[in-house]
């Protein structure tokens, strides 16, 4: 259950207004999905998260597809049933194609078991890994 209330573009103050503007743009879309309109409570906050995402999100030296699936993963590890939702259909609009969500999702299970355990077992890493 939400804490705040998705605010409607006629009940947001200018400033968030403008970011949904720069979404819509951005995305090539008219749609501004509930996470921005729920952040329009306080326009500072959602004007410096888009900003960030933007950039993290961006061209860069990992293609968009790979970003998509690297959010989708640390969404499933962090339990965000919102973003693992809006990054799927990201990814999925990037071309994800069934077998890789599925391999996706074998590789996130597995690194999760494996984290569990050597977690657990309190196993420190060996000296060849160490950054």
Known sequence: MATVRPLADDEAAPE????FDDIRTARGTD???????ALAHDPALLRAT?????SVMGPGGIDPLTKEMVYLAVSVANGC?????????????K????A??????AVIGMAMQTNGLVTALGIPPDEVFRA
């Open 16 to 19: 968030a207004r403008a970011v």
């Open 31 to 37: 749609y501004v999905n509930d996470f921005w309109r």
């Open 81 to 93: 049933s919102y973003c693992v939702h809006s990054h799927t259909a990201a990814a999925r609009g």
């Open 100 to 105: 890789q969500h599925g391999e996706l999702m």
């Open 50 to 54: 888009w900003e960030r995402l933007k």
């Open 95 to 98: 071309g994800m194609t069934d």
